[in-house]
């Protein structure tokens, strides 16, 4: 199994930045891919960045240019920069990891709220 804590969420004014923070902790589950979704109120959850354990990331058309995603291995970390912030961003993020060893297995945080608001 895998457990995933975030943490850095807020409330925060429009065109600030924001970091989240989400660590991994498992006993003997290989993480692979690990990354940030995001959902409104009566909306589905969706992916907006993504990144493997070799470093290929991937963004969502939405948050393209404002957001980047990076990943400390040794600490099964993932993080997400988000800049520029927007009203729209405000959204429950969550924390997403895929493990493929030694099964094929999918996991959520419980989210973090962030509101973007002046």
Known sequence: QVQLVESGGGLVQPGVSLRLSCAAST????IDRMGWARQAPGKERYLVATIT?????DYADSVKGRVTISRDN???TVYLQMNNL????????????RSLFPIDSHYWGRGTQDTVSS
Do not use: I
């Not at 006993?27 to 290989?30: A, H, I, T, Y």
């Not at 009203?87 to 990891?97: G, L, R």
């Open 27 to 30: 006993s003997n589950f290989s």
């Open 86 to 97: 927007k009203t729209e961003d405000t959204d429950v993020y969550s924390c997403y990891a």
């Open 53 to 57: 354990n070799g470093g290929t990331t």
């Open 74 to 76: 040794a600490k099964n």
